[in-house]
């Protein structure tokens, strides 16, 4: 596993199918803020890194908090992975994670629009 990729596919109760298209329509809507949005200056990509105090401001609390239960389940999911790959590899339980404990993750939104003719580009997504 991973050794001719750098991604792995998971598959969890804990995203559900709903939660999934409730935080993909969330980060579209962040998306279309000016705030904290960058834009990639040779591509028409649109992108935001959040952190978790990012997910707890005011403006657009209805995507925020759809974004917040979706990182909680995604911390729920990390820690499991974490504590099957201590059991995988013979490790005391805990030892990835109190070394995964700290607040310091991010949840990137990312767009790339249409861009017809661009050669070897992904998609719209």
């Known amino acids: 596993a991973l050794q001719g990729s750098g991604f792995l596919l998971l598959r969890s109760c804990a995203l559900s199918v709903e ?3 409730r935080a993909l329509a969330a980060g ?16 028409p990509k649109r992108y935001a890194m959040l952190k978790l105090e ?4 005011e403006s657009k609390a209805t995507a925020r908090h759809n ?8 911390e729920t999911v990390k820690c499991k992975v974490l504590a099957a790959l201590e059991t995988g590899l013979g490790l005391a339980p805990g030892f990835f994670s109190t070394r995964h404990s700290e607040a310091n993750n991010t949840l990137r939104l990312l767009h790339y629009p249409p861009a017809p003719g661009s050669g070897n ?3 719209e997504h």
């Open 19 to 21: 939660l999934q298209q």
């Open 121 to 123: 580009r992904c998609k």
């Open 67 to 74: 974004l917040l239960e979706y990182w909680t389940a995604l």
């Open 54 to 57: 990012d997910l707890k401001l």
């Open 28 to 43: 579209k809507e962040l998306l279309q803020e000016t705030h904290g949005i960058e834009k990639h200056p040779s591509d």
